[in-house]
C-alpha cells in the first residue's frame, strides 16, 4: 500500500523538483509538446492539466496563482488566452503521454508529453525566419545559368 506518499521524489531535492517542474511547465506550455523521461513525465501530467483548470476560470485570483506557480507572464497570457478556450468543452484530460523508447546514453525510458489537439506550429515558436534577403541571394547563383 503507498498510503500518505504525496508524490515522487526523482531523486532530488525540493527545491530542484520545484524549480524542474517550473522549467518543464512552461517549456510544455510554449511548444505543447517536450520529450523526457517516463518518471518526470508522469509527475508533470497531473500539474499540467491543474494549470489549464486554473486558466479556464479567468479571474484575477487565478491569474495570480498562475503567475505564481510559473514566473513567466507570457506563458500565463498563453495558457488563459489560447489554451483555456481551446479546452473549453473539455472535462480534464488535456495531456496525453506515448512512451517513446529508451535513451542511448543509460537505456531510461523516455515519453513524449503533448497536449490533446495541440498547435502544430507551436514547436517552431523559436526558430528563426530567414529573410526574404537572404532567399533572394540563396536562389540568385541558382537562377545564372550560362
Known amino acids: 500500500m503507498r498510503h500518505r506518499f504525496g508524490h515522487k521524489k526523482l531523486n532530488r531535492t525540493s527545491e530542484h523538483r520545484k524549480a524542474l517542474l517550473k522549467n518543464m511547465l512552461n517549456s510544455l506550455v510554449k511548444y505543447e509538446q517536450i520529450t523526457t523521461t517516463l ?23 487565478n491569474t495570480k496563482r498562475l503567475v505564481s506557480k510559473l514566473q513567466n507572464t507570457q506563458t500565463v497570457n498563453k495558457i488563459r488566452k489560447i489554451l483555456s478556450k481551446r479546452y473549453v468543452s473539455r472535462k480534464g484530460g488535456y495531456t496525453r503521454i506515448i512512451k ?3 535513451r542511448y546514453g ?11 489537439d495541440r498547435d502544430l506550429e507551436a514547436k517552431r515558436v523559436d526558430r528563426k525566419k530567414i529573410k526574404t534577403e537572404d532567399k533572394k541571394k540563396d536562389q540568385a547563383p541558382e537562377q545564372k545559368t550560362a
Open 39 to 61: 518518471p518526470k513525465a508522469k509527475v508533470l501530467r497531473p500539474e499540467a492539466e491543474k494549470l489549464i483548470t486554473i486558466g479556464k476560470k479567468d479571474t484575477l485570483a
Open 100 to 102: 517513446a523508447g529508451f
Open 106 to 116: 543509460d537505456n531510461a525510458p523516455l515519453a513524449i508529453i503533448e497536449f490533446v
